[in-house]
């Protein structure tokens, strides 16, 4: 009697048992594996992994058991049925197969530790069928225990295996379900074989068609390890392709990663891949955005639906981030392959800057961009709305105008970002004054409004003083330009009842304002609106003057007391209206240097006085009236230059006449372009001496070759002791400063002889002559003198 256990030392061939040892191995881990890939698979090729490894981890099992069975030598005739041991084969394949196949189904719980209990089955239906092909002259007796035992055992640690191997995606877990798969199969081997018998009976024959033991082992070993090393093979290859798909999607991640955008692959409602962008937008690092649920941080269910509705469409929501706090974003869904399974792709837009922007833009179109005040447009809107409201009310509306004085030099003396500057100044001070009910707009330029309803005009002249009261105390710690304004009031019925007479009629009032000394107020009243059209047209045909050739010029000359001699000529401006006829200088001059016109027409007529001077072939002297607007521009001395250079007029034959008012805005800026003239050679007179301030520091500050004293001093002078006393101080201050000094406006003989006692140098007037075309003086201007010429001039 033979107990195959007993006889497992003794009785078996060691390189059959290492042989089935390293049979054992390889099947089970190359069935963990080709499982394990299997799940991996796309559904189109789970099937073809899940065969592969069922042929490869039933063959391995079926090769074990024979090859540990050929291992045993009982010193018996035997041999192996070639049916049964067929059918064996069959069994291991098959149930193998349906159990990897059951370990696989997601849907039924427990499945992959049902499908462990099937393959250890499948082991115990290959191995109690292989014994069954075993021929041995003897009979064989089963311990019905130890065959239970072996049942319970391969069943138990198959199922324990599977689901240990598919439970992580690591090296660990692997081995731990190859090992205890490995213990399946061996465990129930060996207990299987340990409840053998066999009694040897010599009446016992074995068929000559069973197989022997020997020729049996060779194939069976021959044909299980090509099976498992084809398995392995086919295993590789796909472990490479896998590989070059991971790197494929490794550089698709870093691409996406690459994007501004976020970008998130779903699968239902799981994330299964996302870029650093997206992680960024909701403050998760991407790594941990995997198998994420997409409601998480889309929680809105009409976004997820919109989105599922409209794939390809921009879709607007909020994206809760981690903390809880929401964005705005933009998202398209589209529908992708990913992992050859059908998934769709989100890109997600961050809509802040976006949102930002239209706000901007939004408040642009409402507000001014420099002072942040209303602009026109929500003036006109909110003037329109409280003209209504008085109207229901029967309470009154004021409209009040406000511009800044001399805004214009301010640009052109400190620069625009000074302008700026106060512009902003100017808003910011008088918002701060204003309540709920009232409203500040910057209308352009330096043009402001205020609305303000009230129960009668009085209030509106109150605040009116309030606001000039608060920029002059802004005034006190400047240290720029100071702020200087003028404000004009309409109210509303009592002026007009509509919008645009409203803001009309306080406009002209700001023009009253401004004509009646500056910083103040004036309401409106109806004969305004005739005198500001009237000066609001004369200022329109003056822009146009020039080029239509309505303006002229005129010489007056200047004469040496002594002799009698012209010594030059002052150049005076004149302009003929084509339907006003003469407007005088005293009526347009002051308007354009208002509106800053006199810019244009001060360097008209210092070409064209040059340009007339520079033919004349006697060298005599030209004076070109100079405005406090010209004189006080950064570019002036530049100008002149340019003039004298492109008419060929030598600089000592010009003299810039100016009048102290100019050197009072601006002392600094002033004295700086008179000696840039005087280092050009250009003669520089104080004109209208005696009028205005009459500092006398002006005359030692500033770089003067001449004194003019004015008319309004001249006239009468030999009856008027009081006149005569004020121009003998005027000649004596001249000679003690060593400045010749002309007199203006002599129109008699009297006068003449008067300044000639007195030893004033030279004379201006209607005695000497009356301005008039240069064509007039040419014996003056071309050389050609008698003594005829100054009884003729005084004719």
């Known amino acids: 009697m033979l107990k195959v256990i007993g006889c497992l030392v003794s009785e078996h061939d060691p390189w059959l048992v290492a042989l089935a ?50 291992a045993f030598e009982p010193h018996l005739p035997s041999g192996y049925a070639s049916g049964l041991t067929t059918l064996s084969l069959v069994y291991a394949v098959v149930l193998t197969g349906i159990g990897l196949t059951v370990a696989l189904v997601r849907t039924v719980p427990f499945a992959s530790a049902a499908g462990g209990a099937i393959l250890g089955g499948g082991i115990a239906a290959m191995h109690y069928t292989g014994m069954a092909a075993f021929e041995i002259a003897g009979r064989i007796h089963w311990d019905p225990v130890l065959v239970a035992a072996s049942l319970v055992l391969g069943a138990v640690l198959g199922s324990a295996a599977l689901p240990v191997a598919l439970s992580r995606q690591s090296f660990r877990t692997r081995a731990a379900g190859a090992l205890l798969l490995l213990g399946a199969i061996c465990s129930h081997h060996f207990t299987a074989m340990g409840a053998v018998t066999i009694v040897p009976d010599p009446s016992i024959v074995v068929s000559e068609s069973a197989i022997p033991a020997r020729w049996l082992a060779v ?13 392995c093979a086919a295993l590789a290859l796909d472990i490479r392709d896998r590989r070059h798909a991971a790197f494929e999607r490794e550089r698709l991640h870093s691409l996406a990663n690459a994007a501004v955008e976020g970008l998130i692959v779903c699968r239902g409602d799981m994330i299964v891949n996302a870029n650093e962008s997206f992680g960024k937008l909701v403050d998760v690092v991407a790594s941990e955005l995997l198998n994420c649920d997409l409601s998480r941080f889309l929680p809105e269910a009409g976004t997820r639906l919109a989105l599922a509705s409209h794939p390809e469409q921009p879709v607007e929501a909020e994206l809760r981030q981690a903390g809880g706090d929401t964005i705005p974003v933009e998202l398209i869904m589209r529908p992708v392959t990913y992992g050859n399974q059908p998934h769709y792709a989100i890109a997600v837009r961050d809509l802040r800057a976006r949102r930002r922007a239209e706000g901007q833009i939004q408040f642009l179109a409402h507000h001014d961009a420099l002072t942040g005040l209303a602009n026109r447009t929500s003036f006109n809107q909110r003037l329109e709305q409280e003209i209504k409201l008085a109207e229901a009310s029967g309470r009154k509306l004021a409209v009040l105008c406000l511009d800044l004085d001399r805004f214009k030099e301010v640009n052109d003396l400190f620069g625009h970002a000074a302008g700026d500057t106060m512009l902003v100044t100017v808003a910011q001070t008088v918002s701060e004054i204003l309540d709920e009910t009232q409203m500040m707009a910057r209308l352009g330029g330096d043009e402001f409004a205020i609305l303000m309803p009230c129960e009668h005009g009085v209030a509106a002249g109150r605040f009116a003083e309030h606001v000039l009261e608060a920029l ?44 009646e000394g500056r910083g103040t107020y004036r309401f409106f009243e109806a004969k305004m609106g005739a005198q500001v059209r009237e000066r609001r047209l004369l200022e329109h045909d003056m822009r146009h003057a020039i080029a239509r050739g309505e303006m002229y010029l005129v010489y007056q000359p200047q004469t040496d007391v002594a002799t009698g001699a012209v010594t030059g000529f002052e150049v005076l401006l004149r302009w003929r209206h084509p339907e006003r006829g003469s407007v005088s200088p005293a009526v347009f001059i002051p308007i354009a240097e208002e509106s800053g016109i006199i810019l244009q027409i001060g360097e008209w007529v210092l070409r064209e006085a040059c340009r007339e001077a520079a033919s004349w072939p006697n060298p005599l002297s030209v004076a070109v009236n100079v405005s406090a607007v010209q004189i006080l521009t950064p570019h002036f001395v530049q100008l002149v230059h340019e003039v004298l250079f492109q008419t060929g007029l030598k600089s000592e034959r010009l003299e810039v006449e100016i009048t102290e008012t100019a050197l009072i805005r601006d002392p600094s800026r002033a004295q700086s372009n008179l000696r840039q003239l005087k280092a050009l050679g250009v003669r520089i007179a104080m004109d209208d001496f005696g009028t205005g301030y009459s500092s006398l520091s002006n005359l030692r500050t500033y770089p003067f070759d001449k004194i003019k004293i004015d008319s309004s001093f001249i006239r009468a002078v030999d009856a008027n002791d009081q006149t005569a006393a004020i121009v003998r101080s005027v000649l004596g201050l001249g000679r003690g400063l060593g400045l010749p000094v002309l007199a203006e406006g002599v129109e008699s003989e009297e006068e003449l002889r008067f300044l000639a006692s007195e030893q004033c140098q030279a004379a201006q007037g209607y005695l ?4 008039g075309a240069i064509g007039l003086f040419s014996q003056h201007t071309h050389g050609r003198k008698d003594e005829r010429d100054t009884s003729e001039m005084a004719a």
């Open 472 to 515: 002059r105390r802004g005034n006190a710690d400047a240290t720029g330009p100071v702020v200087a304004s003028s404000v004009g009031i309409a109210i509303y019925p009592d002026d007009a009842q509509e919008r645009a007479a409203l803001l009309s009629y306080a406009d002209t009032a700001l023009y009253r304002a401004k004509s």
């Open 219 to 231: 194939g069976v070993a021959l044909a299980s390890v090509t099976i498992l090393l084809l398995a």
């Open 21 to 70: 040892a390293a049979i054992c191995t390889l099947s089970a881990s190359t069935a963990i594996e080709l499982l394990r890939h299997a799940r991996k698979a796309v559904r189109s090729l789970r099937a073809v992994w899940l065969c592969v490894a069922a042929v490869a981890g039933g063959s391995g099992i079926w090769a074990t058991h024979f090859v540990a069975m050929l």
């Open 768 to 771: 000497m002559g009356r301005p």
